[in-house]
């Protein structure tokens, strides 16, 4: 069975500088989608960014972009010029590329921003 | 853009009732996913449900719950003879299963009392 890692309960960055949030997966499968979900209070399931397992090129989304290493399963996200509005939640989530397979989520960092 | 619309956004319901939680599910997706949080906790999956029955469902998922897609357009979630420890955040999801995406609706507050 698929598991996903998130070895960072909390993460603290001062505003406008970067950090860089942990995940680890474990799977047998080669093709399969990585995700970052933000959740702000409001509980909302937000999408942050998307990786596809066959592409070798990481994924960016403005100050947002990923460090994805397929041979150590490892996908961090790394946030730059951080802002107040970041502070969340933020969960990595796995999924097999067969159709309709499902999220596996990680147990979630808790990034605060300080000003 | 579209949205997954769910409905309604808290309930408090008493141990021992039954509730139904609805989803209505962006239009032109075929596949549709209820998941829960429990305050603190990482979201579980519960159930996927494709072509009119359920593909997979977790442990999580035993008689207690079940789901239906009763008109076409709404996904419900049923919880018979509800227990203190079924209060959480409830997410339904769907997806069209290109380049991996879900959208996911904003989610039910269930509070058991």
């Known amino acids: 069975a698929q598991t996903v890692t998130q070895s960072q309960p909390e993460m603290s960055v001062q505003e406008a500088e970067t950090v860089t949030l942990s995940c680890t997966y474990d799977?047998?499968?080669?093709?399969?989608?990585l995700f970052w979900y933000k959740q702000p209070p409001s509980r909302q399931m937000i999408l942050v960014i998307r990786?596809?397992?066959?592409?070798?090129q990481n994924a960016t989304e403005n100050r947002f972009s990923v460090n994805f290493q397929k041979a150590a399963k490892s996908f961090s996200l790394k946030i730059s010029d951080s802002q107040l509005g970041d502070a969340a939640m933020y969960f990595c989530?796995?999924?097999?590329?067969?159709?309709?397979?499902?999220?596996?989520f990680g147990q979630g960092t808790e990034l605060s921003v300080k000003p | 853009e579209p949205e997954v619309t769910q409905t309604p956004s808290h309930q408090v319901t008493q141990m021992g009732q039954e509730v139904i939680l609805r989803c209505v599910p962006i239009s032109n997706h075929l596949y549709f996913y209820w998941y829960r949080q429990i305050l603190g906790q990482k979201v579980e999956f519960l159930v996927s449900f494709y072509n009119n029955e359920i593909s997979e469902k977790s442990e999580i998922f035993d008689d207690q719950f079940s789901v239906e897609r009763p008109d076409g357009s709404n996904f419900t979630l049923k919880i018979r003879s509800t227990k203190l420890e079924d209060s959480a955040m409830y997410f339904c999801?769907?997806?069209?299963?290109?380049?991996?995406?879900?959208?996911f609706g904003s989610g039910t507050r269930l509070t058991v009392v």
């Open positions: 989530a796995y999924r097999s590329a067969r159709s309709g397979g499902k999220l596996i």
């Open positions: 999801a769907s997806s069209n299963d290109a380049e991996g995406g879900y959208t």
């Open positions: 799977t047998s499968e080669s093709d399969y989608y």
């Open positions: 990786q596809e397992a066959y592409k070798q």
